[in-house]
């Protein structure tokens, strides 16, 4: 009998193994993060270091040397290059984009979302159902409709086939789909015309998807390249990812190369640091909607 009292209860017994269990799963989260985080961040570092080094510095471990580092690659791959019109290409494909889907992809949610009219289920769902057609199997098509259009080799030809997102339109009409009802049914009975509604009403609200979407689609675009390979048949035309494809067939040495690949990771890290916040709040405004 006293040995019986001696015991500890069943509970705590239960709750001391559970705690064991969970510490080893507590440690190995943190060391996966930890490792993916390494994986992820080693190329990077590893082309940065190569930029940086000199021309005889073009493998480890001679590039991890810092007081070997200089500018010549970064001065070399300017003057010698087209990058400043690459850069400026890819910045109008980029930027044009973002504003443009943006802003048809938040006129589209809102009408899917709130607005009832035939067939707009079908029609949405007809939309959404593109999301399954690969890329690569309307290249064929598009190219010829640009072509007829005359639009090959211009920006026109580059930027507009690609504002159609329906990816885009599918996360604005879930994001718009939570707004409460009553601000629209209290904007109509004061009058209030239908683009009035969109611009004071909608588009404050979304301010965290459309920061969030802006990011993914100027990503998108910055580092697109089958497209504006098809498209910028001159090198005037050209993005810089194309044209730090062309870098290799010119005999260029790879630190060069790796200079211009950096130059362009920077307006990658500058969106995504400026809407950091945003993308943040809306992570958060999801979960709590959930």
């Given at each position: 009998?006293?040995?019986?009292?001696?015991?500890?209860?069943?509970?705590?017994?239960?709750?001391?193994r559970?705690?064991?269990?969970?510490?080893?799963?507590?440690?190995?989260?943190?060391?996966?993060l930890?490792?993916?985080?390494?994986?992820?961040?080693?190329?990077?570092?590893?082309?940065?270091?190569?930029?940086?080094?000199?021309?005889?510095?073009?493998?480890?471990?001679?590039?991890?040397?810092?007081?070997?580092?200089t500018?010549?690659?970064?001065?070399?791959?300017?003057?010698?290059?087209?990058?400043?019109?690459?850069?400026?290409?890819?910045?109008?494909?980029?930027?044009?984009?973002?504003?443009?889907?943006?802003?048809?992809?938040?006129?589209?949610?809102?009408?899917?979302?709130?607005k009832?009219?035939?067939?707009r289920?079908?029609?949405?769902?007809?939309?959404?159902?593109?999301?399954?057609?690969?890329?690569?199997?309307?290249?064929?098509?598009?190219?010829?409709?640009?072509?007829?259009?005359?639009?090959?080799?211009?920006?026109?030809?580059?930027?507009?086939?690609?504002?159609?997102?329906?990816q885009?339109?599918?996360?604005?009409?879930?994001?718009?789909?939570?707004?409460?009802?009553?601000?629209?049914?209290?904007?109509?009975?004061?009058?209030?015309?239908?683009?009035?509604?969109?611009?004071?009403?909608?588009?404050?609200l979304?301010?965290?998807i459309?920061?969030?979407?802006?990011?993914?689609?100027?990503?998108?675009?910055?580092?697109?390249?089958?497209?504006?390979?098809?498209?910028?048949?001159?090198?005037?035309?050209?993005?810089l990812?194309?044209?730090?494809?062309?870098?290799?067939?010119?005999s260029?040495?790879?630190?060069?190369?790796?200079?211009?690949?950096t130059?362009?990771?920077?307006?990658?890290?500058?969106?995504?640091?400026?809407?950091?916040?945003?993308?943040?709040?809306?992570?958060?405004m999801?979960?709590?909607?959930?």
């Amino acid at each position: 009998m006293a040995q019986l009292l001696d015991r500890p209860p069943v509970r705590e017994v239960t709750e001391s193994r559970a705690v064991r269990r969970r510490g080893p799963a507590r440690l190995t989260l943190p060391t996966l993060l930890a490792l993916t985080a390494i994986v992820t961040v080693v190329p990077f570092a590893a082309m940065v270091l190569v930029a940086f080094a000199p021309p005889s510095g073009q493998t480890f471990p001679d590039a991890l040397n810092p007081a070997n580092f200089t500018l010549e690659n970064f001065r070399n791959v300017l003057s010698s290059s087209d990058i400043p019109r690459w850069t400026v290409n890819s910045l109008l494909y980029a930027l044009v984009s973002v504003v443009c889907v943006l802003l048809f992809a938040s006129m589209a949610g809102y009408a899917f979302a709130k607005k009832k009219f035939p067939g707009r289920e079908i029609l949405f769902w007809a939309f959404l159902a593109t999301l399954m057609v690969p890329f690569q199997a309307t290249l064929i098509p598009s190219y010829i409709l640009v072509s007829k259009l005359n639009w090959v080799d211009s920006y026109w030809g580059l930027i507009v086939p690609t504002l159609a997102n329906s990816q885009a339109v599918f996360l604005m009409r879930q994001f718009i789909r939570q707004l409460p009802d009553e601000l629209f049914e209290a904007a109509e009975i004061d009058g209030a015309a239908e683009w009035r509604i969109f611009t004071m009403i909608v588009l404050p609200l979304i301010r965290p998807i459309l920061a969030t979407l802006g990011i993914f689609v100027f990503l998108w675009h910055w580092n697109d390249f089958l497209w504006p390979l098809v498209i910028g048949q001159s090198g005037e035309m050209q993005t810089l990812t194309v044209g730090l494809a062309t870098l290799q067939t010119q005999s260029v040495p790879i630190n060069q190369v790796m200079a211009g690949a950096t130059i362009t990771v920077v307006p990658s890290l500058l969106v995504f640091g400026l809407l950091q916040r945003y993308l943040t709040d809306s992570i958060a405004m999801s979960g709590l909607k959930a």
